[in-house]
């Protein structure tokens, strides 16, 4: 959430910040801007009229001694009729803070002054690559979903008769790939980075969903679940670990905090019809671990270069060819400021797939959480950031192209091996 302090102060700022995200917020920013100089006039009438009643009030006893009782009628019936012109104009206040909450809830994140301006993917830069295990193949590489196939560990067509399109169904090695793959990276984040492992709720509230910035905007987007109030699925672990700290002020003596959570993710992925419709790439149920941290706002930036390469480390460490990516002002989330996208090679595709988004989200959702620091000058509103360490479905994905043999086995990573069992995976 903005702070409406700058609109107020600096809305060009906050207008050009619209425009380098490409717009789409235009409209509602300018409408907000309106509707709270209205609000504020509006209030500033409100506080002259009772400045007028309260003085009324505190001349009464004087005017009863020297006027009589008539006169203490006449300013009476004043102060009744100021009222009634105060009760008028506070009813309209109500419904326009409403309005304007719903506005400020509705915009984004400004980005950071070290994004670079740009309108979408084409406009992103490529920070760093590590194409050094880039395999060349003798035979043409098939893509994930027919080795899984062909190897029996992966199975779509029961998936999708026991859940509809979009769902994926592992079994066998297919299913342990999937278990040491999280083991690896949770052993990896937890004993040698430092994190704190967490087992979320898998179900939160909309103020939950809310304080991150899912709701209200994308909520076309979750899965809500029936009952007798409103709860979701959640679309990430960043959700329930960044919003254990809502509402509450944390000892600047505790900071940073960070946390790792393995989560399955639900999402419906609204508008994305026709698009990675094959294989695990965008499944409407997928595994993540996550990884959060709240931090002191002077060293959230340097926090978001440790967190992406905690999550790079997952992908050199099982010899996964990929590269970092700065995203442009017009291709980042909606609570970030500013973000690297992690791209691992998919050699039947002869590209790079995004595997893991870092981002650091500013004071944004610190604000929409009221998650405080205190400190020697006052409150002040903590940083968070989040990342992918990494998303499973396409972690598994990955190593069965990029380790799939001519015989159609594939072979398990050396640092996988020990959580896995077994050095190759054939045909059962």
């Not at 949770?186 to 967490?198: A, F, I, P, S």
């Not at 017009?330 to 992690?342: N, V």
Request: glycine letters at 8%; one cysteine or more.
């Amino acid at each position: 959430m903005l702070d409406i302090k700058l609109l107020r102060t600096n809305p060009e700022k906050v207008r050009k910040a619209m425009s380098d995200r490409g717009g789409a917020a235009l409209p509602a920013l300018e409408t907000l801007i309106a509707r709270d100089e209205a609000y504020r006039a509006v209030m500033a009438e409100v506080e002259k009229l009772r400045a007028r009643r309260n003085e009324i009030s505190a001349g009464i006893a004087a005017i009863r001694k020297e006027k009589g009782p008539d006169a203490v009628k006449e300013v009476m019936a004043e102060a009744n009729k100021i009222k009634e012109e105060m009760q008028a104009r506070e009813g309209g206040l109500s419904e326009a803070k409403k309005e304007i909450d719903a506005l400020v809830l509705s915009l984004p994140n400004l980005p950071h002054e070290s994004v670079s301006i740009g309108k979408n993917e084409a406009d992103n830069k490529v920070v760093r690559e590590n194409a050094s295990s880039k395999k060349e193949f003798s035979f043409k590489p098939a893509d994930h979903h027919t080795i899984g196939e062909k190897l029996g560990i992966l199975d779509f067509e029961t998936a999708t008769l026991l859940s509809g399109a979009r769902f994926a169904l592992m079994k066998g090695a297919g299913a342990r790939l999937e278990r040491a793959l999280i083991n690896f990276m949770l052993d990896m984040h937890t004993r040698k980075h430092g994190y704190t492992e967490v087992i979320p709720p898998y179900i939160v509230t909309a103020e939950t969903l809310t304080g991150t910035g899912q709701l209200p905007k994308f909520e076309e987007d979750l899965y809500r679940v029936s009952g007798e109030h409103p709860a979701y699925l959640i679309p990430t672990a960043e959700v329930p670990l960044t919003n254990m700290f809502r509402g509450k002020i944390l000892k600047e003596s505790d900071l940073p905090l960070k946390f790792t959570a393995y989560t399955a993710c639900f999402r419906q992925e609204a508008g994305s019809y026709g698009k990675d419709t094959r294989g695990l790439i965008r499944n409407h149920q997928f595994n993540k671990v996550e990884l959060v941290w709240i931090t002191k706002p002077e060293e959230s930036m340097a926090a978001l270069e440790t967190l992406a390469s905690d999550a790079a480390e997952i992908l050199s460490a099982l010899e996964l060819p990929h590269r970092v990516i700065s995203l442009c002002t017009g291709d980042m989330g909606f609570s970030s400021c500013k973000t690297y996208d992690l791209e691992v090679w998919l050699p039947s595709e002869g590209r790079y797939r995004e595997i893991s988004s870092c981002s650091n989200c500013w004071d944004f959702q610190g604000r929409r959480m009221n998650t405080r620091i205190k400190r020697e000058k006052g409150m002040e509103f903590v940083h968070s950031l989040n990342g992918s360490g990494l998303a499973v479905g396409r972690t598994f994905a990955a190593i069965l192209e990029n380790f799939q043999n001519a015989d159609g086995s594939v072979s398990v990573p050396d640092a996988l091996r020990p959580f896995f069992g077994a050095e190759v995976i054939k045909a059962a």
